[in-house]
C-alpha cells in the first residue's frame, strides 16, 4: 500500500510527523513527491530538491516511515497535473512504483490539487485541518524571521537548515525585491530570445573590453548564459584565473551550470551562483580584482525597489567594495544622451505597418509579438507610450504637433532604441535604458571611490541607427533643425586606487 504526499516539502511540521505515523501504518509507504524539484533560490522554491530530499530522509527515520522521495519537474499549471505526478513517479522508480487507486491513497490539503486527484479515482484524505500552521505558513514565518518556526517545524527541518543555512537563503528569497516568483525580473520575458542576443552579442562585447581586464579573480554580475565567461576561459592570460558568474535569471542560471557539466569549460575553477546583487554583500572586502557588468546596470536602474538613483549607488558602493586595490570595473552598457530634456521632434514613418486607432491591452492577446511585428514605426511609437508608462513608471510625457510627437530627447531614444524589440515587448518596456546619461555614471563610480580610466568613454552604436532608426525616424528642434543622433552606450573603466 502507498501514501501519495504530493507538494513542495521545503519545511516539515511536527504536526506533518503525528499525521503520517497514522495515515501510513505499518507496510505503507509513503511515496514523497517533491514539486517543482528542479527549482531552488526562487520565492516559491527558495530551498533545492536535495535539502529537501535530506531533510526528508531524517525525517523518515526519526518517524519510523519507510518513504520514497521523487523530485517531480516543475510544470505550468495545468489540469493534468495529478496524471503527470503519477507517471514521474513511474519514470522516477524505473517503473518500480505504478501508483493505482487501487494501491494508493492520496493526502493533500490543498482542495484544487486534491480534485485532481480524485478525477482519476484516488481516495483523497486532508492533512493540516483549520486552525494548523501549513508548511508554507512556517516558511513565511522564517522569512519574517520569527522564531516561533522552529517550535512548529520538524527537528529533522531545523536540524538541516541550521546545518545549510537555509534559514538565511528563504529570508533573501522571499524577501527579495526584484525578482519574482518564479526566479525572472519578470513573467513576460522569452528567455530563449534573450539568452540567444547574449550568445551572438558575446565576441563583439569580448572584444571591446578584453584589454582591461586584470587577472586573479574575474567576476561577471548578470552573467546570462556565461558566453563572455567562455571568452575569458579561452584567453591564456586568464588560464589560471578564478572565473565567477552571479545571475538572478533562474532560466540562464541554469544554462550556465549545464554549459559547466557539459564541459564547454577548460579551467577547473569556474563557478555560478544564483543571487541578487542588490541583497547582502557576496563577496568579501577586497577580494574581486576584475568585475564586469555588461547590459546589466540600466537594469538596476529600472528594477529598483524605491529610489532609483539609491540604489544604483548602492550596487556601485557594493562593487567598490569587493574590488581588490588596484581592481577593476568594467561596465558596458546602454545609457542615455548628454541632454536628456533637450526638446525634440520626432518624425516616424507610418508606411511600414498598420496603424490602429488607440493602443491595445498586449497582455490580453494570445500573441502579443505578433501585433508588435505588425504595427508601423509611428504606431509603435502609441503602443511603447502606454506600456512604457505602466511597465518602467515613468512620466514619458509628449504632446503632437501636427502629426508628430514632441518630447524629451531621452524618452525619444528610449523608444527608438527598444522599437525593434518585439518578441520581448512586455518585458523590455520595464526597462529604461536612458534614465541616466554618461556622465551620470561617471559620477556615481567616482562618489563609491573609483578613479576612471581614460578609456571610459560614451559612443554611439551607429549600425543601429543606420539600419534601424535613421530609415524611419527623424529628430529635429523645436525650431525646425535637424538634431544629430546621440550617444546610445557608454564603457566605464572603473579603477580602484591601491
Known amino acids: 500500500m502507498h501514501l501519495l504526499f504530493p507538494g513542495r516539502h521545503h519545511v516539515l511540521t511536527a ?88 494501491n494508493t491513497v492520496v493526502a493533500c490539503s490543498t482542495p484544487e490539487v486534491a480534485k485532481l486527484y480524485e478525477r482519476l479515482g484516488y481516495k483523497v484524505i486532508g492533512v493540516e485541518p483549520e486552525g494548523v500552521q501549513r508548511p508554507w505558513d512556517v516558511l513565511l514565518m522564517i522569512a519574517a524571521g520569527n522564531d516561533e518556526w522552529r517550535s512548529l517545524a520538524h527537528p529533522a527541518t531545523v536540524d538541516v537548515f541550521d546545518r545549510y543555512r537555509l534559514d538565511a537563503q528563504v529570508r533573501r528569497c522571499v524577501n527579495d525585491p526584484v525578482v519574482g516568483d518564479d526566479g525572472g525580473l519578470t513573467t513576460t520575458r522569452d528567455y530563449k530570445t534573450y539568452a540567444d542576443a547574449f550568445e551572438t552579442a558575446a565576441d563583439r562585447k569580448w572584444s571591446q573590453i578584453k584589454d582591461f581586464v586584470h587577472p586573479g579573480r574575474i567576476l561577471d554580475i548578470g552573467c546570462a548564459t556565461g558566453a563572455t565567461l567562455q571568452r575569458v576561459d579561452g584567453d591564456p592570460r586568464f588560464h589560471e584565473s578564478d572565473l565567477i558568474g552571479v545571475e538572478v535569471a533562474r532560466h540562464l542560471y541554469a544554462e550556465c551550470v549545464h554549459k559547466k557539466e557539459q564541459g564547454f569549460f577548460q579551467n577547473p575553477n569556474v563557478y555560478f551562483y544564483q543571487r541578487n546583487m542588490l541583497g547582502a554583500a557576496v563577496f568579501p572586502p577586497r577580494s574581486i580584482d576584475t568585475t564586469l557588468t555588461l547590459a546589466l546596470t540600466h537594469e538596476i536602474w529600472s528594477y529598483a525597489d524605491g529610489s532609483r538613483a539609491s540604489t544604483v549607488q548602492r550596487f556601485v558602493d557594493g562593487l567598490f567594495a569587493h574590488t581588490a586595490p588596484g581592481g577593476v570595473w568594467i561596465n558596458s552598457d546602454v545609457c542615455g544622451p548628454a541632454e536628456p530634456d533637450r526638446s525634440v521632434v520626432l518624425a516616424l514613418d507610418d508606411s511600414d505597418g498598420v496603424n490602429p486607432s488607440a493602443p491595445v491591452d498586449l497582455e490580453s492577446l494570445n500573441d502579443p509579438a505578433a501585433h508588435v511585428k505588425a504595427l508601423s514605426t509611428r504606431a509603435h511609437f502609441f503602443q511603447f507610450a502606454q506600456d512604457f508608462r505602466r511597465n518602467a513608471r515613468v512620466p514619458f510625457a509628449y504632446t503632437l504637433r501636427g502629426e508628430h510627437p514632441v518630447l524629451r530627447l531621452a524618452d525619444a531614444m528610449d523608444f527608438l532604441t527598444r522599437k525593434d524589440y518585439a518578441d520581448n515587448w512586455l518585458s523590455e518596456t520595464h526597462e529604461q535604458f536612458c534614465g541616466l546619461t554618461f556622465a551620470d555614471w561617471t559620477a556615481i563610480a567616482r562618489s563609491a571611490g573609483f578613479t576612471l580610466d581614460p578609456s571610459s568613454k560614451p559612443w554611439r552604436n551607429d549600425w543601429v541607427i543606420e539600419n534601424r532608426i535613421a530609415p524611419v525616424a527623424a529628430l529635429t528642434t523645436v525650431d525646425g533643425e535637424a538634431v544629430d543622433w546621440p550617444d546610445t552606450h557608454q564603457l566605464l573603466i572603473a579603477r580602484r586606487p591601491r
Open 15 to 102: 504536526y506533518q510527523a503525528d499525521f503520517l505515523r497514522e495515515a501510513a501504518p505499518a507496510g505503507t509507504t509513503v511515496v514523497w513527491a517533491v514539486t517543482s524539484a528542479n527549482h531552488h533560490t526562487t520565492k516559491r522554491n527558495p530551498i533545492p530538491f536535495d535539502r529537501r530530499e535530506a531533510a526528508i530522509e531524517r525525517f523518515s527515520v526519526a518517524t519510523g516511515l519507510r518513504s520514497l522521495v521523487i523530485g517531480v519537474t516543475d510544470t505550468p499549471p495545468t489540469d493534468d497535473f495529478a496524471e503527470v505526478t503519477v507517471k514521474a513517479i513511474e519514470a522516477g522508480t524505473d517503473d518500480a512504483v505504478r501508483l493505482s487507486p487501487e
